[in-house]
């Protein structure tokens, strides 16, 4: 079954960096997509940046120039690296997991990212 576990939230203040680390596991095959969702009570959970294999990336344009997706194949992990954090991206940061393209989406438990002075 796979697995997938995030790391790297915490508090921090606006203008300040935070990496997120997310590691898949579970299956031998290396997963086509990785990347993060995020999501605050009330509203749905929302695209942040994501990574394939076919090394295409697709990210959200509030965050364009801000944050910055990568991936260590042999370490089957993805970062999600984050620069000048705005108050507004507090939320409860998600790692999505798809081993095949149109396959079933794995979630990790959620990282919460705060951004306050």
């Known amino acids: 079954q796979v697995q997938v576990v995030e790391s790297g939230g915490g508090l921090v203040q606006p203008g300040g960096s935070l990496r997120l680390s997310c590691t898949s596991s579970?299956?031998?095959?290396?997963?086509?997509?990785m990347g993060w969702y995020r999501q605050v009570p009330g509203k749905e959970r929302e695209l942040v940046a994501t990574?394939?294999?076919?090394?295409?990336?697709n990210l959200a344009g509030y965050v364009e120039g801000r944050f910055f997706i990568s991936r260590d194949k042999d370490k089957n992990t993805a970062y999600l690296q984050m620069t000048r954090l705005k108050p507004e991206d507090t939320a409860v940061y998600y790692c999505?997991?798809?081993?095949?393209?149109?396959?079933?989406?794995?979630w990790g438990q959620g990282t919460q990212v705060s951004v306050s002075s």
């Open positions: 999505l997991v798809n081993i095949f393209n149109g396959g079933t989406s794995f």
């Open positions: 990574h394939t294999l076919r090394n295409t990336t």
């Open positions: 579970g299956t031998d095959i290396l997963p086509f997509r």
